[in-house]
């Protein structure tokens, strides 16, 4: 069964940048059969998808956020990041990370989720 866990920091300054790690455990990481994707929850918001990272290693990103968004991969750790420049208010939001089969609509795998508030 795959496993996700989000770590990072709970409280960015403004204009700093969020990193947030995910950490894959119970399946093949680097495996063709999978994507891995970070989606975030703003307060009284619906879900809004951030980004993917496919095995190939090749991103794509909500075009609301491309330029200041990056999702990378540690395969040493089995681990995808996300950084996410130039941070307001408007990004404080419980962020999740989450997996995906190929062929497979959606998201079956879904780390709890870790709140990150933007404030000075």
């Known amino acids: 069964q795959v496993q996700l866990q989000e770590s990072g920091p709970g409280l960015v300054k403004p204009s700093q940048t969020l990193s947030l790690r995910c950490t894959v455990s119970?399946?093949?990481?680097?495996?063709?059969?999978?994507?891995w994707g970070w989606i975030r929850q703003p307060p009284g918001k619906g879900l809004e998808w951030m980004g993917v990272?496919?095995?190939?290693?090749?991103?794509y990103y909500r075009s609301a956020l491309e330029g200041r968004t990056s999702i990378s991969r540690d395969t040493t750790e089995n681990q995808f990041i996300l950084q996410l420049g130039s941070v307001t208010a408007e990004d404080t939001a419980v962020y999740y990370c989450?997996?995906?089969?190929?062929?497979?609509?959606?998201?079956?795998?879904w780390g709890r989720g870790t709140k990150v508030t933007v404030s000075s």
């Open positions: 119970g399946g093949s990481f680097t495996s063709d059969q999978y994507y």
């Open positions: 989450a997996g995906g089969r190929v062929g497979q609509d959606g998201y079956a795998y």
């Open positions: 990272i496919a095995d190939s290693g090749a991103t």
